[in-house]
């Protein structure tokens, strides 16, 4: 297989090399406060059957892969939420159960492969607190130095696991989109690689090994995927993997992809239904999606629209319901980033024929935030003695 780089803008082609983050041309026209110009998309050439191997289509040969089991995660066939629902061919791809509990060690891994191979060992990038502890992780695992800006709303599981994992953190006194202007500056100025979402390719490419392990467990491609979108990166990731396995005659068509964004930070949902990115400082209870500026935006809309995709809103309060409703029916406990795709799901499915393969994605553990978690319960507050309490 043959790799190189194909601007998302111009459709120029490059050699992939670390030091080439955007598009030269296209990223000369980069306004402020916009999403990035010219966000580059590997191109693959060449044949493998449908048995293939999903080393096969990453762009790093296997020699440099960090030694963390990231992927293969399990897909749930709930049977309580199928019988409640009606929907009985509905999946839920768990991607919490990756090593660091959240999807972006799809990315991390990637990058972190990329970088080993270019004998490069700094990674620095902002993270609104998954794609930070994910790198922090994976670059442990690989004897990696990782640099990371975090936001000063960052739920504390996420910068504890960051910093368990030996990453360098400095706490930005600001929201996330500060953070990562700050990290780009830092790297400019000392090296390295930086992994920060869409700017580096290889997170777009890493995450797209979702789509190609949904066709292996499923054996086929789903109808319809519902993923939570803040930068839109898993979406453009989710569209890769399905856009390959078209390339490569594997599947016929492309799914119908739901992005689903929280009510209060709903970048990208604007920008869909008025063509243009406003910046505009947005709060949800779903940090992982509390974005301002989505760095993908441009990118994401333009695959949404090719694709025939959607974006829809949920309230936090619908997240925060359907959170505690995932848990019960299903036993499996998602962060509200998570749960806003079955939120989303769940807004929808009076709309979708019953028949539909549907996955949900679930993008990081519950553990990773129980502050908002303990919104959707009631934690007994008297205390209790012995038996006769009860
Ligand atoms: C990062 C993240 C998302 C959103 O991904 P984007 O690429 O920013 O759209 C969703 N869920 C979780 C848990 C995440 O960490």
């Given at each position: 297989m043959e790799f190189n780089y194909c601007c998302s803008i111009c459709n120029k082609t490059f050699d992939i090399v670390p030091d080439l983050n955007l598009c030269p041309d296209c990223s000369k026209n980069q306004q402020a406060d916009q999403p990035l110009s010219g966000v580059l998309e590997v191109k693959l050439k060449g044949f493998v059957d449908k048995n293939f191997a999903i080393s096969d289509l990453l762009p790093v040969e296997p020699e440099f892969f960090p030694p963390s089991p990231v992927g293969n995660t399990p897909l749930w066939e709930p049977y309580n939420l199928r019988k409640k629902?009606?929907?009985?061919?509905?999946?839920?791809?768990?991607?919490?159960?990756?090593?660091?509990?959240?999807?972006?060690?799809?990315?991390?891994?990637?990058?972190?492969?990329?970088?080993?191979k270019f004998n490069i060992n700094d990674i620095a990038l902002a993270s609104t607190g998954n794609a930070g502890s994910s790198m922090a992780g994976i670059g442990a695992a690989a004897g990696q130095t990782i640099t990371l800006f975090l936001p000063k709303a960052a739920p504390p599981a996420k910068l504890v696991q960051a910093l368990q994992?030996?990453?360098?953190?400095?706490?930005?006194?600001g929201s996330y989109d500060l953070a990562y202007d700050i990290s780009l500056a830092f790297s400019q100025k000392k090296g390295g690689m930086n992994r920060n979402t869409a700017f580096n390719p290889m997170t777009i490419e890493g995450k797209k090994t979702v789509s190609l392990e949904l066709f292996k467990q499923l054996n086929q491609a789903p109808d319809l995927v519902f993923v939570s979108a803040g930068d839109g990166c898993i979406l453009a990731g989710v569209y890769k993997g399905f856009k390959d396995l078209k390339q490569l005659g594997?599947?016929?068509?492309?799914?119908?992809?739901?992005?689903?964004?929280?009510?209060?930070?709903?970048?990208?949902?604007?920008?869909?239904?008025?063509?243009?990115?406003?910046?505009?400082?947005?709060?949800?209870?779903?940090?992982?999606?509390?974005?301002?500026?989505?760095?993908?935006?441009?990118?994401?809309?333009?695959?949404?629209?090719?694709?025939?995709?959607?974006?829809?809103?949920?309230?936090?309060?619908?997240?925060?319901?359907?959170?505690?409703?995932?848990?019960?029916?299903?036993?499996?406990?998602?962060?509200?980033?998570?749960?806003?795709?079955?939120?989303?799901?769940?807004?929808a499915a009076p709309g979708i024929d019953p028949d539909s393969l549907i996955v949900v994605m679930t993008t990081g553990n519950g553990l990773k935030d129980s502050a908002s978690a303990s919104l959707g319960i009631a934690v007994p507050e008297t205390l209790i003695h012995s038996v006769d309490n009860i």
């Open positions: 629902t009606g929907f009985r061919n509905l999946f839920i791809k768990d991607d919490g159960s990756n090593p660091t509990s959240s999807f972006k060690d799809r990315a991390s891994f990637l990058v972190s492969a990329f970088a080993k994992y030996g990453a360098k953190v400095y706490r930005v006194d594997i599947i016929s068509s492309i799914p119908k992809i739901i992005a689903v964004q929280a009510k209060t930070s709903d970048a990208l949902f604007r920008a869909y239904s008025t063509g243009k990115f406003k910046n505009i400082p947005t709060s949800t209870v779903a940090d992982s999606i509390c974005v301002d500026v989505p760095r993908n935006g441009i990118h994401a809309l333009a695959q949404i629209r090719q694709f025939n995709g959607e974006v829809m809103r949920v309230s936090d309060d619908e997240i925060i319901r359907a959170q505690a409703s995932l848990s019960r029916t299903t036993g499996l406990f998602t962060e509200p980033a998570g749960a806003a795709a079955f939120a989303g799901f769940l807004k």
